[in-house]
């Protein structure tokens, strides 16, 4: 049996997904709770990124700036061992992750640690809420 594609990888008969080309690692693009979500395969792991609220701008109406800027300089400390928040140059907040994964992957373990990636982001999602940090973008771009 030969591979088949699938997006960025090869899929072997045995299920075992392999990157295609040799540019940046393969990635999938998701939308979790409305934001955009990001899990990259690397040769040690899978990196995680989510764009998980956004710092109001001054021109926003009753936004209130200085509690979502206080929210996010005490996320870091909350955040499990190995994550990361940071802001992006246009006022996003991009918490970051990675993870072993077994390798060769296989599209279900894929699966598995996108899901338990957004399940653990979700308590954080909601601290930032309810500071007034959200997501207010609408639309998570994939």
């Not at 956004?54 to 870091?76: C, H, K, M, V």
Request: net charge neutral; aromatic share 6%.
């Amino acid at each position: 049996m030969e591979t088949i594609t699938l997006g960025p990888f090869a899929v072997r008969p045995d299920g075992a997904l392999e990157p295609r080309g040799t540019e940046a690692p393969p990635a999938l693009g998701f939308a979790w709770r409305g934001r955009t979500c990001r899990a990259e395969l690397e040769p040690d792991g899978l990196r995680f990124s989510a764009d998980a609220a956004r710092i109001p701008s001054t021109a926003e109406p009753g936004s209130d700036r200085r509690r979502a800027f206080a929210a996010l300089e005490s996320l870091p400390r909350h955040l499990p061992p190995g994550w990361r928040a940071r802001l992006m140059p246009d006022h996003r907040v991009r918490v970051e992750a990675e993870r072993a994964i077994a390798v060769p992957a296989n599209a279900t373990s894929l699966v598995t640690a996108m899901v338990r990636f957004v399940l653990e982001l979700d308590p954080y999602l909601d601290t930032l809420e309810a500071e007034g940090v959200a997501w207010t973008s609408g639309t998570a771009k994939i």
